[in-house]
């Protein structure tokens, strides 16, 4: 399972961490994701990290104030966010990416945890 | 950029009912499309993949269909359980985004 910590209130400007534990596989054999979803908005992918780190991708509307990285020993993936803005008030989610061969779903996410933006 | 465009965003239903969900990509998606499926403070949960795989332990009343730019879910016999949210999500094999649907809430009628 995965089970993401780390939400909270903070002001615009601020920083936070969030980290996904990870349980009951392998963890550093699967590319791991941050995904989020704002009020009323669409699920909206972010970041992406191979299991053994070497290769990250992020969108555009983080690039530059977030970070991807993980910790195989503990099993733990993170987002350190900065320069947070009211826009990305959302709920924040980790899902794992299937090693299937040629296919790049998500088959595990975890519920998720909620970062509010506010002054 | 590719689009995801899902509909409905609401359907109403009653138990029993046969329901289906469409998800249009803007460009050809070939068949990398999945369906999740979604209840308030719950972790997503992956039903279909490969626009028609059935993922292990989804019940055999959801499935999926499509290749391209149109997809359909569909669900046979509304069962209790099956009221939630609905979102597609398209995966490139060859490049580094994947983009979600808005979703469709299932309610009950």
């Known amino acids: 399972q995965l089970v993401e910590s780390g939400g909270g209130l903070v002001q615009p400007g601020g920083s936070l961490r969030l980290s996904c534990a990870a349980s009951?596989?392998?963890?550093?054999?699967?590319?791991m994701h941050w995904v989020r979803q704002a009020p009323g908005m669409r699920l909206e992918s972010l970041s992406v990290?191979?299991?053994?780190?070497?290769?990250?991708h992020y969108a555009n509307s983080v690039r530059g104030r977030f970070t991807i990285s993980r910790d195989n020993s503990k099993n733990s993936l993170y987002l350190q966010m900065g320069s947070l803005r009211t826009e990305d008030m959302a709920v924040y989610y980790c899902?794992?990416?299937?090693?299937?061969?040629?296919?790049?779903?998500?088959?595990?996410w975890g519920r998720g945890t909620l970062v509010t933006v506010s002054s | 950029d590719l689009q995801m465009t899902q509909s409905p965003s609401t359907l109403s239903a009653s138990i029993g009912d046969t329901v289906t969900i469409t998800c249009r990509a803007s460009?050809?998606?070939?068949?990398?499309l999945a369906w999740y499926q979604q209840k308030p403070g719950k972790a997503p949960k992956l039903l279909i993949y490969?626009?028609?795989t059935l993922e292990s332990g989804v019940p055999s009343r959801f499935s999926g269909s499509g290749s391209g730019t149109e997809f359909t879910l569909t669900i046979n016999g509304l069962q209790p359980d099956d009221f939630a949210t609905y979102f597609c999500?398209?995966?490139?094999?060859?490049?580094?985004?994947?983009?979600f649907g808005q979703g469709t809430k299932v309610e009950i009628k």
């Open positions: 460009q050809s998606i070939r068949d990398w």
């Open positions: 490969k626009a028609s």
């Open positions: 999500q398209q995966y490139t094999s060859d490049s580094p985004t994947w983009t």
């Open positions: 990290i191979t299991g053994n780190g070497d290769s990250i």
């Open positions: 009951g596989f392998a963890f550093s054999r699967f590319a």
């Open positions: 899902a794992r990416e299937t090693t299937a061969a040629a296919e790049r779903f998500f088959d595990l």
